[in-house]
């Protein structure tokens, strides 16, 4: 299993959650996903063999909600989003019926893709997924 992190996301999503959810919180939340738990939601954009699934996580700096773009057959889980729960704009609905998350996610899945497409992104292997 594996984790995808594309730069434009490190850079628009993580960036400013760093000291929120380090990337062992991250990691776990993509097992999780890869593994059946949290909730699909509906694809804004049709990208062939994948599923958007959203997942609640947790750690020692609060709540947060994360979304993975999951490819299952290869086990790869790609990071589209992740927001505290507190964000009251995304964070608090992230439902592709609430305007301000669909145009969010619709941006950062087309950042993927071209990220994806130029070999812009940082993979992480999810067998032992914590970080010294």
């Given at each position: 299993?594996?984790?995808?992190?594309?730069?434009?996301?490190?850079?628009?999503?993580?960036?400013?959650?760093?000291?929120?959810?380090?990337?062992?919180?991250?990691?776990?939340?993509?097992?999780?996903?890869?593994?059946?738990?949290?909730?699909?939601?509906?694809?804004?954009?049709?990208?062939?063999?994948?599923?958007?699934?959203k997942i609640y996580t947790t750690s020692s700096?609060?709540?947060?909600?994360?979304?993975?773009?999951?490819?299952?057959?290869?086990e790869k889980a790609i990071l589209a989003m992740?927001?505290?729960?507190?964000?009251?704009?995304?964070?608090?609905?992230?439902?592709?019926?609430?305007?301000?998350?669909?145009?969010?996610?619709?941006?950062?899945?087309?950042?993927?893709?071209?990220?994806?497409?130029?070999?812009?992104?940082?993979?992480?292997?999810?067998?032992n997924p914590i970080v010294n």
């Amino acid at each position: 299993m594996k984790l995808i992190i594309t730069d434009s996301i490190e850079k628009h999503e993580l960036f400013a959650l760093e000291r929120v959810f380090s990337l062992n919180v991250i990691k776990v939340a993509a097992i999780k996903s890869l593994k059946g738990l949290g909730e699909n939601i509906k694809n804004p954009i049709n990208i062939p063999k994948t599923i958007l699934r959203k997942i609640y996580t947790t750690s020692s700096s609060g709540a947060g909600r994360a979304v993975f773009l999951l490819q299952i057959e290869a086990e790869k889980a790609i990071l589209a989003m992740i927001r505290q729960k507190k964000d009251k704009q995304v964070g608090a609905n992230m439902a592709v019926e609430n305007p301000k998350f669909k145009k969010a996610l619709e941006r950062n899945l087309d950042l993927i893709i071209r990220d994806l497409e130029v070999s812009k992104y940082k993979e992480y292997d999810l067998e032992n997924p914590i970080v010294n």
